[in-house]
Every structure is written in C-alpha cells, then in structure tokens.
C-alpha cells in the first residue's frame, strides 16, 4: 500500500498558492485545521478564497488569515460569530457568498463526488435563491446550486495511518470528510498517525487515496475558542423563558427525534426526561445528544450546534454534516425548535437577518425550516423596542414560506391551521387584551384546552 508523505504545517503552507481556493473543515474552531491556517497566516500568500462554515474566529484559523488581508472573498453559512468577518464584509474589504448550512455541506460533497450540481428546497423564496434557477419538482419549489470545489483542502482528522486513512473522533468529522474530497490538493493534520493495519478498516471515514500529504500537529484547548470553554455554560434563564420552554416540550410528541437551535430552544433539553423517549439531534454530526457535563469541554466532549460541550446518550452516534442535512431534508427529524425575529399570519419565518445589523450568517435555518416534519418557533412577543414581532406580513428576509407549525412567545402559544393563525394557549398572568394590544397579524382564538372563555374566565 502507498505510503502518504508526512510534512510540517510550514511545508505544507508552502504549497498553497496565491488566489487558490481553499476549503476548511471544521465547525467552529471544532474539527478545525488551526496549525495548517496559522502556517498559511505566516506566508506572504493572499487574495485567497476561503470555503467553510465559517471563517474561524477572531484571529484563530481562518480568522487569522482575515486579519492578515490575506482573504479577498469567504463562501460558507455563519460569520456573525466573527466580528472581523461581520465588518470586513460591511466595509466591502471581504467579498461574501452565503449558503445555507446544508447547501454548502452538499454542494461541497456534490464538488467530490463530480456531481454537476443539484436542486434543493432550501432557500426556495428567500434572498439565497435570488438569481438562481428554480424549478418545481414534486410539487416543491427547488432551488439550483453549483458544486464546489477547491484548489486545496485543508481537513482536520482524529487518526491517520500511514497510507493517508483518515479517522475523526465525536463532532469533529462535520465538514472535513466532504472537503477532503473536493479539491485537487488535500493536507491533513491530525492528531496522532499510526502504522498501515492500526486503524480497523470499519472505522475509517476518509479513504487514503483522497489524501496527498499529512501533517501531524497536537490539538489544545487554545486552539478550540468558544469551543473550549468549560461546559455548564450561562444560559439565559428566567421564567419567562423557561414557560416557553415548557411550553415547546409539550409540542413534542413521545419518541420524536428533534433538533434544538440556540437561545430559548436549548432549554427545552433541560426539561426531557427519560419518559419522554426524545432523541436529540444537532446539526454539526450527532443524534443522540445528551445534557451539558459537569466538568470539561471540547477536548474531552463533542460540542452540539451553539458550540456547547454535550454529553452522549447510550445508543448516540456521529456523521458528518452531509448525511446530518440529509436527515433533515430527507423528513427524518420530526421537530425543530427555533428562535425567531419576525412570524406573520401566514406563517412565514424571518431569523437571519436584519437590514443594518451586523448579522452574517444563515447556519441551518433554513434548512431545518424546510425538512422538519413540525416547525416550532420560540421567540419573545416584542422587540426591545416594543415593536411587535407577530406581524400580518414578515418584511424582514424570509428563511422560509408557510411553514411554522406552532408559534410560542413569553404572552402565548399560537398553532398555524390551514395557514390561518390561532391562539391556543395564554403564558401565566397574561391576559387576552395583552396579547391583542401586542400583536399586529391577525388571528382566531380556541382556548378550549385552556378551560378559558373569551374574557379569560375559567369555564
């Protein structure tokens, strides 16, 4: 068997070339070649285009390389967790290409596998599909996306051999198995390499004949950013948000497999009990996410969406993001709960963005939006302002049309039928006039399985 040629990171970041394309595993700074990019920061190398989920963080990975000027244009699905990204992108010094999380994931694959390209559901109606071709299919508005494919690949791996098997260990697989596909050069730095036979064929991810040089580099929690912080991590909690919570686990139904975005929907894992029989899914490569641990971080846990340490219940497994978007697109996550910036009366969602505001990024909203079988939405009533956000038409950037299935705010729980709006439920202490003098869509009320009348009485 072939031997794969083991280089140092500066060797290696002497093979990339100015105005090359490179695409970066890594979520977060998790699964992310940090050594190979800091190598690359330190070469006169530049007007580079970088492909990944995101540009690293401020001065970490890929977010070195953006301090240094060293990047002339960033395609991935969430830079606002890099403030250097949000204003270099305001300023036009950074051109930016979004993509929803999943599209990426795939457009990267479709790059290795020499595939032409795809339609996808994702983004249909909102600004992403702008300028796309669309097509009906199956009854569904599909958007048209062009694989990617890079000049080099910059993965991260757990294990390798000596051969160029690549390994990778809990959530750090996310990107790094498609981008070590998709470019003409691929440089792996991994954590340990051991002999041609360690690795049991089985439990290899990545084939050797996808890998041209490998570079051994130890990981440390200095590397990790966000990542690294040590888990019980300071949510926000207090009870209003905490009745909304409760109020999106009673929405699940017993056995559903969900996925959780950020904000008020991470609560909701506090309160599942083992009853329930509710498996956890996150979109950066795990099913079966259990809660925060005590002690440790990233070193020693996978991470889930918000780059939060997790534990894993019995029975978890890992993949990458890939096969973790094609649960979602393919209808096998049965819930998703998410935060929200506007929900109107037709129930249409906007939660990416807002015009102005240094918001840059889409992650896998838009994705869970359009592939999960029920679409909850948490979010408070009203903006800081007293603006509200349950409006007749969303004017915001849409991330999807027509698809919340139940709204919950800290004043009430409203479910969509027939895309009319109805309140169903009141949250402690509000009353009916409360909510009607905060809400400017329209709506039904059906408070039945609340035992109130319309005055709010007890029947």
């Known amino acids: 068997m072939n031997t794969v040629p083991q280089i140092t990171a500066e060797e290696a970041a002497k093979k ?18 940090v050594h190979l990019l800091h190598a690359l920061a330190e070469t006169e190398t530049n007007n580079l285009t970088y492909v990944g989920n995101n540009v690293g963080e401020p001065g970490l990975g890929g977010g070195r390389l953006l301090r240094n000027g060293q990047l002339a244009k960033a395609v991935g699905s969430y830079f606002t967790s890099n403030p250097d990204a949000v204003a270099a992108a305001q300023s036009g010094e950074l051109e930016v290409e979004l993509l929803p999380q999943g ?7 479709a790059g290795g596998a020499g595939i032409g390209g795809f339609f996808t559901p994702t983004a249909a109606g909102t600004p992403l599909a702008e300028g796309r071709e669309t097509r009906v299919i199956n009854g569904k508005e599909m958007v048209f996306v062009k694989p990617i494919r890079g000049d080099v690949a910059l993965v991260r791996a757990w294990k390798a051999d000596t051969a160029g098997n ?59 950013g966000s990542s690294a912080s040590i888990a019980n991590s300071l949510k926000k909690v207090d009870e209003s948000r905490m009745n909304m919570a409760k109020a999106a686990l009673a929405e699940i139904g017993k056995g559903d497999v969900v996925n959780l975005g950020i904000g008020i929907p991470t609560l909701v894992a506090d309160l599942i009990g083992d009853g329930d029989e509710i498996t956890l899914h ?9 809660p925060e641990p005590k002690t440790g971080g990233a070193m ?31 209808g096998h996550i049965n819930t998703a709960i998410m935060g929200g910036l506007q929900v109107d009366a037709r129930g249409n969602l906007a939660n990416w963005a807002v015009p102005g505001k240094p918001l840059l990024g889409v992650g896998g909203a838009m994705d869970l939006a359009s592939g999960a079988d029920k679409l909850i939405i948490t979010m408070t009533h009203c903006s800081r302002d007293g603006t509200s956000k349950v409006v007749p038409l969303c004017d915001l950037p849409l991330t999807a049309a027509g698809v919340v299935d139940t709204l919950i705010t800290d004043l009430a729980v409203f479910r969509f039928i027939d895309r009319g709006m109805t309140l169903v439920k009141l949250m402690p202490g509000v009353t009916l006039d409360q909510v009607a003098m905060n809400t400017t869509a329209e709506y039904q009320i059906d408070l039945e399985e609340q035992g109130l009348t319309l005055e709010g009485e007890a029947f």
Request: glycine fraction near 12%.
């Open 166 to 224: 690549l390994q990778y260990r809990m959530t750090e697989n996310n990107f790094n198995q498609a981008a070590a596909t998709a470019a003409d050069l691929v440089i792996a730095e991994v954590e340990e390499i051991v002999a041609v036979g360690e690795l049991d064929p089985n439990q290899i991810h990545t084939p050797g004949c996808f890998v041209d040089y490998i570079v051994q580099e130890k990981i440390s929690i200095d590397d990790l």
């Open 282 to 290: 996150t979109e950066n490569g795990m099913l079966g996410v259990g």
């Open 103 to 109: 599209t990426l994931g795939e457009a990267i694959r």
């Open 16 to 33: 990339i070339q100015t105005g090359d394309v490179i695409i970066a595993g890594g979520f977060g700074m998790t699964g992310n070649p």
């Open 300 to 330: 020693e846990f996978p991470v889930n969406a918000g780059k939060i340490p997790v534990t894993a219940q019995p029975g978890a497994s890992y993949f990458d993001s890939s096969t973790s978007f094609g649960m979602i697109r393919g």
